[in-house]
Structure formats: structure tokens, C-alpha cells
């Protein structure tokens, strides 16, 4: 097991090393490596938008004849992710950049050109100083211009800053909370008066039409006086009723005290001194004893039952039958 992790070789006693024929490669072999995009662009065959740090699998060539201080440079090839159209971009050591070569349009090159339109103006002014002294005198006086102008717009943002800093931003805060507040109450108030208002306007209107409505309506009857209250000491001048126990067939039938049930029942006879008196004759003084018991009708104790006012009854005929 110990031999497959052997780390040395054998070499013959008559090893030469130069006897090993070199591998001979084209220069300009390519490789296989893994990348991903370097900037936007865009395939000319499709219109597809391939993005900065899209990946793929590129191939890698040395370009020919082309060098930038001694450093070579490279050239990638890939392919397009929906058409698979191929697309091929190069180094560019001098501006530490990639230039695209074909397949494709690089976007939003704003920057880059920009960059560049600065620099050829620098060499254009550098040119032009070279040779012409009174150029040189021209543009430092528009720099030294140019200069007091930015200084001047500095010390103005610098006097605004300090304004501000001396402004309490929380006593602004505090006072806007307020006046909100205030405007609020404010609405409140005048919903509330806006509701009274209609509240109170409704009130009139109702009043108004209550008055028309009186008017044409006949006049109510007078409401009738309410019966006057007995006297609460009237109850002693009462005899006291009779109480007695209710019969068996008083509690099965009912009673017949009432006298409302028996009415129409109970005919009252006329005695002879009711005759007399209609007729106009004299009747007898009531103090006489033999004329007390025919001249007074029965008298019935308040409070009676039927039956004790049936038994008066009763009575009277047998005193009349007798006389």
C-alpha cells in the first residue's frame, strides 16, 4: 500500500535530460478559461443584452504582433447566450481597460468618452502653451478667475450653513406640532358650530310647522277635573265588616257578595209609608214607639253580604204578613 504514495522517482545512471525532445506549440494556441464579461454590451446578430459579470466559458488567444511595453495582449472569445453567435473582445493595457472587436456593441461608454474628451483637451492646451506665451498668461488668468468664483460660492454655503446651525430644529418641530394641533381644534370648533347651527335650524322649522298644524286643527276638549280624594279618616266612621268563614261550596262556586251580580236579582217592596208619602198623605211623627218599627225600612249594615241582605228581606215580608 506504502508504494502508491512514493514522492521520488528513479533515474537510470545514463539519464541526460537534454536527450528529451521539447514540446513544440503553435504561439498562438488557445485556452479554455472561465470569465466573466467586463462591461454592457449588446450582440449584433440577436439584440441581446449581455451584462457586466455575466460568465462564461471563453477561449483565450495571444494576439500576434501586438505588444504595449513589452506586455502582450489577449483576446477572449465567446458566445452569445440566446443566439450563440460568436463575440470577441481584446486587453487594452494602455487605458487599463477592454476594447470590444466584434460581435457586439459596448453600452454606456458615457464615462469612458468623457475621460477621453478631457485629456484631449489637456493636450490641445499643453500644445498650444508650448508655443505662445501670451496663451499661457490668457488661461491662468481665467483659471485664477474661475478659482475666485469657486471660493466666493464656497464662502456663501459656508455663511448658509452657519445660519442654519443656529436654527433649533426641534423648537421648529415643537411649533408645527402645535399650529397643527391648534388648526385641528380650530376645524373642530367649526363643525361643532356648523352642527348647532343645523340642529337649531331644524328646531325652528319643526316649531314652525307644530304652530301651522295647531292652528288648523280643531281645539281639544277641556280634560275632565280628577274625582276628588276621599277623606283617609273617613274609614273609622264605617262599621266594621263582618268576617266569617267562607263556606266549602262558597270556595268551589264562588261568592255571591257582590252586589253588582246580584242587582238584578234583589227587589226592594214598597213599604206602605213609601205609599203615603206619594201620595201626599201625612205621615206620622218618628218618635212615636208603635209607628218606629213599619215607618223604618230595613236598614242595611254597610259592609253585608247577599245573604244577610236575602235574610233582611225575608224579614220584611213576614212583618208585613203578620200586619
Same mark, same amino acid.
Given at each position: 500500500?506504502?508504494? $502508491?504514495?512514493?514522492?521520488?522517482? &528513479?533515474?537510470?545512471?545514463?539519464?541526460?535530460?537534454?536527450?528529451? @525532445?521539447?514540446?513544440?506549440?503553435?504561439?498562438? $494556441?488557445?485556452?479554455?478559461?472561465?470569465?466573466?464579461?467586463?462591461?454592457?454590451?449588446?450582440?449584433?446578430?440577436?439584440?441581446? &443584452?449581455? &451584462?457586466?459579470?455575466?460568465?462564461?466559458?471563453?477561449?483565450?488567444?495571444?494576439?500576434?504582433?501586438?505588444?504595449?511595453?513589452?506586455?502582450?495582449?489577449?483576446?477572449?472569445?465567446?458566445?452569445?447566450?440566446?443566439?450563440?453567435?460568436?463575440?470577441?473582445?481584446?486587453?487594452?493595457? +494602455?487605458?487599463?481597460?477592454?476594447?470590444?472587436?466584434?460581435?457586439?456593441?459596448?453600452?454606456?461608454?458615457?464615462?469612458?468618452?468623457?475621460?477621453?474628451?478631457?485629456?484631449?483637451?489637456?493636450?490641445?492646451? +499643453?500644445?498650444?502653451?508650448?508655443?505662445?506665451?501670451?496663451?499661457?498668461?490668457?488661461?491662468?488668468?481665467?483659471?485664477?478667475?474661475?478659482?475666485?468664483?469657486?471660493?466666493?460660492?464656497?464662502?456663501?454655503?459656508? +455663511?448658509?450653513?452657519?445660519?442654519?446651525?443656529?436654527?433649533?430644529?426641534?423648537?421648529?418641530?415643537?411649533?408645527?406640532?402645535?399650529?397643527?394641533? +391648534? $388648526?385641528? =381644534?380650530?376645524?373642530?370648533?367649526?363643525?361643532?358650530?356648523?352642527?348647532?347651527?343645523?340642529?337649531?335650524?331644524?328646531?325652528?322649522?319643526?316649531?314652525?310647522?307644530?304652530?301651522?298644524?295647531?292652528?288648523?286643527?280643531?281645539?281639544?276638549? @277641556?280634560?275632565?277635573? @280628577?274625582?276628588?280624594?276621599?277623606? @283617609?279618616?273617613?274609614?273609622?266612621?264605617?262599621?266594621?265588616?263582618?268576617?266569617?268563614?267562607?263556606?266549602?261550596?262558597?270556595?268551589?262556586?264562588?261568592?255571591?257578595?257582590?252586589?253588582?251580580?246580584?242587582?238584578?236579582?234583589?227587589?226592594?217592596?214598597?213599604?206602605?209609608?213609601? =205609599?203615603?208619602?206619594?201620595?201626599?198623605?201625612?205621615?206620622?211623627?218618628?218618635?212615636?214607639?208603635?209607628?218606629?218599627?213599619?215607618?223604618?225600612?230595613? $236598614?242595611?249594615?254597610?259592609?253585608?253580604?247577599?245573604?244577610?241582605?236575602?235574610?233582611?228581606?225575608?224579614?220584611?215580608?213576614?212583618?208585613?204578613?203578620?200586619?
Amino acid at each position: 500500500m506504502s508504494e $502508491r504514495k512514493v514522492l521520488n522517482k &528513479y533515474y537510470p545512471p545514463d539519464f541526460d535530460p537534454s536527450k528529451i @525532445p521539447k514540446l513544440k506549440l503553435p504561439k498562438d $494556441r488557445q485556452y479554455v478559461v472561465r470569465l466573466m464579461a467586463p462591461f454592457n454590451m449588446r450582440c449584433k446578430t440577436c439584440g441581446e &443584452y449581455i &451584462y457586466k459579470g455575466k460568465k462564461f466559458n471563453a477561449r483565450k488567444e495571444t494576439v500576434q504582433n501586438e505588444l504595449y511595453l513589452g506586455l502582450p495582449i489577449f483576446r477572449f472569445y465567446i458566445k452569445c447566450t440566446r443566439c450563440l453567435a460568436e463575440i470577441t473582445f481584446k486587453t487594452d493595457p +494602455e487605458n487599463t481597460d477592454y476594447t470590444m472587436e466584434h460581435g457586439a456593441t459596448r453600452n454606456f461608454q458615457a464615462e469612458k468618452l468623457l475621460e477621453e474628451e478631457e485629456k484631449r483637451v489637456q493636450k490641445e492646451r +499643453e500644445d498650444e502653451e508650448l508655443n505662445n506665451p501670451m496663451k499661457v498668461l490668457e488661461n491662468r488668468t481665467k483659471d485664477s478667475k474661475l478659482e475666485m468664483e469657486v471660493l466666493e460660492n464656497l464662502q456663501e454655503l459656508k +455663511e448658509l450653513n452657519q445660519r442654519q446651525a443656529h436654527v433649533d430644529f426641534e423648537a421648529m418641530l415643537r411649533q408645527h406640532r402645535l399650529s397643527e394641533e +391648534e $388648526r385641528q =381644534q380650530q376645524e373642530q370648533d367649526e363643525d361643532q358650530r356648523e352642527a348647532a347651527a343645523l340642529v337649531e335650524e331644524a328646531r325652528k322649522q319643526r316649531l314652525l310647522e307644530d304652530s301651522d298644524s295647531e292652528e288648523d286643527a280643531v281645539p281639544a276638549p @277641556p280634560r275632565p277635573r @280628577p274625582a276628588p280624594r276621599p277623606n @283617609p279618616t273617613a274609614i273609622l266612621d264605617e262599621a266594621p265588616k263582618a268576617k266569617r268563614k267562607a263556606e266549602s261550596w262558597e270556595r268551589s262556586v264562588g261568592t255571591l257578595g257582590s252586589r253588582a251580580q246580584l242587582s238584578s236579582l234583589v227587589v226592594v217592596r214598597k213599604t206602605d209609608l213609601d =205609599q203615603d208619602t206619594q201620595h201626599g198623605l201625612k205621615v206620622p211623627v218618628p218618635g212615636a214607639p208603635h209607628s218606629q218599627k213599619a215607618a223604618e225600612p230595613v $236598614r242595611r249594615a254597610p259592609g253585608a253580604s247577599s245573604l244577610s241582605q236575602l235574610g233582611a228581606y225575608s224579614d220584611s215580608e213576614d212583618s208585613s204578613g203578620s200586619n
